[in-house]
């Protein structure tokens, strides 16, 4: 079954407000990640959040994590049209990674579209 | 500083025939991640190297599929007889094999199996 779950699983802003999605998973974790994938294209990472943080900014970004309730939140604020692409999550369980992030379990994506 | 390479970003063959996908690695990373996006099932590990060497293909689907990685500068995903349920955007990815560091991905192989 899927370790991380995005939602929603579609969502359409007016370019400039705030996109906020949400990640769900299961298990216990090293780290979380978010990496956007652009149609066409490879993933591409964003954020890094490890388990014993709570809150990450990177740019526009800011990542939570509540290790308690198994969620991670992204929000991306004054969205641009060139942020439109689908985000996905990424758990690194615990325990299952030899060399270090490897065991990647990724969720099934939010697609974000922002209108210009 | 060149990204991960796969090749060819397209291909359409007919079921039956051997598929080969290449991936070059980001220089310098030590481990190489072969996965499957398709609608149905997300993004799936397949395999992955460390320092060339297979550490887990426990996502490899049958034995119709074989992983290898020869040098540190070159994998290939070899699927041989191909299916149309195999039909998928085939991605490598890379990164240096310690710490918590992202992977990098490439642009990734649409396969089509007619």
């Known amino acids: 079954s899927q370790q991380g779950e995005e939602d929603p699983q579609a969502l359409s802003i007016q370019e400039g407000e705030n996109a906020t999605m949400n990640c769900s998973y299961k298990t216990s974790i090293n780290n979380l990640q978010w990496y956007r994938q652009n149609s066409g294209r490879g993933l591409v990472h964003l954020i890094l959040?490890?388990?014993?943080?709570r809150e990450k900014h990177s740019g526009r970004l800011r990542v939570t994590l509540d290790t308690s309730k198994k969620s991670s939140s992204l929000l991306i604020t004054a969205s641009r049209a060139a942020d439109t692409a689908s985000y996905f999550c990424?758990?690194?369980?615990?325990?299952?990674?030899?060399?270090?992030?490897?065991?990647?379990?990724f969720g099934t994506g939010t697609r974000l579209t922002i209108i210009p | 500083d060149a990204g991960v390479i796969q090749s060819p970003r397209h291909e359409v063959t007919e079921m039956g025939q051997e598929v080969t996908l290449r991936c070059k690695p980001i220089?310098?990373?030590?481990?190489l991640f072969w996965y499957r996006q398709t609608m149905m099932r997300g993004l799936e590990l397949l395999i992955y190297?460390?320092?060339?060497?297979?550490?887990?293909d426990s996502g490899m689907p049958e034995d119709r599929f074989s992983a290898k990685m020869p040098n540190a500068s070159f994998s290939t995903l070899k699927i041989q007889p191909s299916e149309p349920r195999d039909s998928a955007v085939y991605f490598c990815a890379s990164n240096p094999g310690s710490g918590n560091q992202p992977q990098h991905f490439g642009d990734g192989t649409r396969l089509s199996i007619l």
């Open positions: 990424a758990t690194d369980a615990l325990g299952k990674s030899n060399f270090g992030n490897e065991k990647l379990t």
């Open positions: 220089s310098g990373h030590n481990s």
């Open positions: 190297f460390n320092n060339n060497v297979p550490i887990d």
């Open positions: 959040i490890r388990s014993n943080e």
